[in-house]
């Protein structure tokens, strides 16, 4: 299983970005994918999930502005992320949980200027 993450750059606070994370290889359509992300000094984060029943979660400090969602068809995940702020700055990784395995995409930078 390989992931492979774009859309990353850098944005002014109040901006919006939306990334993407392709899964390929021997993917089973129930799964579980999540977006993390990891400021410098910080311990990486889940910040957005999707079941691939179209369930999803948010972490409180993204909701409201991040919406998350995916094309089982297409093994692709779509974080939309809004009304995005300096603190928003970080590595974004998406992770694809399959059979209690965790796959791991190589991370994507977004950067927001004040």
């Known amino acids: 299983v390989q992931l492979q993450a774009s859309g990353g750059g850098l944005v002014q606070a109040g901006g919006s970005l939306r990334l993407s994370c392709a899964a390929s290889g021997s993917i089973f359509s129930l799964n579980f994918m999540g977006w993390y992300r990891q400021a410098p000094g910080n311990q990486r984060e889940l910040v957005a999930a999707v079941t691939s029943g179209g369930t999803t979660s948010y972490a409180d400090s993204v909701k409201g502005r991040f919406t998350i969602s995916r094309d089982n068809a297409k093994n692709t995940m779509y974080p939309q992320m809004n009304n995005l702020k300096p603190e928003d700055t970080a590595v974004y990784y998406c992770?694809?949980?399959?059979?209690?395995?965790?796959?791991w995409g190589q991370g994507t930078l977004v950067t927001v200027s004040s």
């Open positions: 992770m694809l949980l399959l059979l209690g395995k965790q796959h």
